[in-house]
């Protein structure tokens, strides 16, 4: 259509009949009279409209998500990390309540022997001496620190100072085939010499050949000249099986000890020996023996004439025969002795 002043007229009259029907149709409400041409249109233009929207709105929710993939690898990225965080601080919660009960335990052993302690975390297995069951403490000479030291834990014995740095400390553990140290028995005061053997439980020599010793003994240490390597009284463990005598002038016995050498990590070094010999004191309480239940039955007297029944319950009550009952035909009579009677024999008559 070209562009001329008729066009022009019916464009101006096509929209003042649109704001017409517009208006009459807003003022109408529900009952518009246009509501009928409405439904007929939305009728023919609806299929239409929706076939339109499913070719399109794939292709917008494409474009939607590629314009939004960034910002959701984002989001995605700093939850990962959120959860990465949140996983890392419940298992540092479960470590630092374990190095509380160590810590704990620790504070309580060395309080019980009067030993003062400096404390210390394992940071390193094994050392490059040579020794095959080491471990590095994260203390040195500049805490204190001296060689031949003795170093435990809340369980007890866990070896010697062996090597100082400045910073760092090594030491050789209870366990291993060079560590030596002398021991006394629990209550007995026996007197040994304790190997360290690796993964198996230590070795005892007892002096006295002839020591009465059983598997549940234990044994502490029995402290060195000037407390030096080792402080009287540290637990070391207890004894699991008791080699038979040969006749020799000592006494073999297999202890396990109370530390778990391959899960250290709180011990405190004994930077001061205690006053006196703490003996058994630093040793843990045997568990006492459950009490054995007792039951006392007491039988009620029976009332006066009456007869107390003693038979168990449940049990049918069975007839009480009379003695001088009478003799069935066919029953033979007995004698007081149990014989059979004769009937030929005549009872002896004495006038």
């Known amino acids: ?22 208006t009459v149709d807003i003022r109408g409400g529900q009952e518009s009279p246009v509501d009928g041409a409405r ?34 690898h984002n989001r995605i990225a700093a939850l990962e990390k959120e959860n990465a965080a949140l ?28 030993y003062g302690i400096k404390g210390a975390q394992v940071i390193a ?19 204190g620190i001296q060689r031949d030291m003795t170093v435990l834990n809340g369980a007890g014995l866990v070896g010697r100072v062996t090597t100082v740095g400045p910073s760092t400390s090594t030491v050789l553990l209870a366990n291993d085939p060079d560590f030596t140290v002398g021991t006394r028995m629990e209550k ?23 020591a009465k010793v059983k598997a549940g003994d234990r044994l502490v240490t029995f402290g060195s000249a000037g407390d030096r390597p080792f402080v009287p009284g540290v637990p070391v463990g207890e004894i699991v099986r008791v080699d038979p005598l040969g006749g020799g002038l000592t006494r073999n016995v297999h202890v396990r000890p109370y530390v778990g050498f391959s899960k250290l990590d709180i011990v405190g ?51 009480i025969q009379d003695p001088a009952r009478e003799q069935a035909p066919g029953d033979q009579a007995r004698k007081p002795d149990g014989r059979a009677a004769n009937p ?7 006038p």
């Open 1 to 22: 259509m070209r562009d001329t002043r008729e066009s022009r007229l019916l464009l101006v009259l096509l929209v003042a009949v649109a704001f017409a029907l517009i």
């Open 39 to 72: 439904q007929a249109a939305a009728a023919v233009f609806g299929p239409v409209e929706n076939g339109v929207a499913a070719a399109v709105d794939p292709i917008g929710n494409a474009i939607g998500a590629v314009r939004d993939s960034g910002e959701r």
């Open 87 to 114: 996983k890392a601080e419940l298992g540092s919660d479960d470590r630092n309540r374990n190095r509380l009960r160590e810590l704990d335990a620790l504070l309580k052993t060395a309080g019980a022997g009067q």
């Open 125 to 143: 297995i094994g050392s490059a001496q040579g020794f095959s069951w080491t471990v590095t403490l994260d203390v040195g000479a500049r805490d």
């Open 188 to 210: 007995s005061d026996e007197l040994g010499f304790a190997t360290g053997q690796g993964d198996r439980p230590l070795l005892v020599q007892l002096l006295n050949g002839k």
């Open 269 to 319: 070094v004994v930077v001061q020996a205690p006053r006196s010999d703490p003996r058994d004191t630093v040793l843990p309480q045997k568990p006492k023996p459950a009490p054995t239940v007792t039951v006392t039955v007491t039988a009620e007297p029976p009332a006066d004439g009456e007869q107390a029944n003693t038979r168990p319950q449940g049990q049918a009550e069975q007839p």
């Open 344 to 350: 030929n024999d005549q009872e002896d008559a004495t």
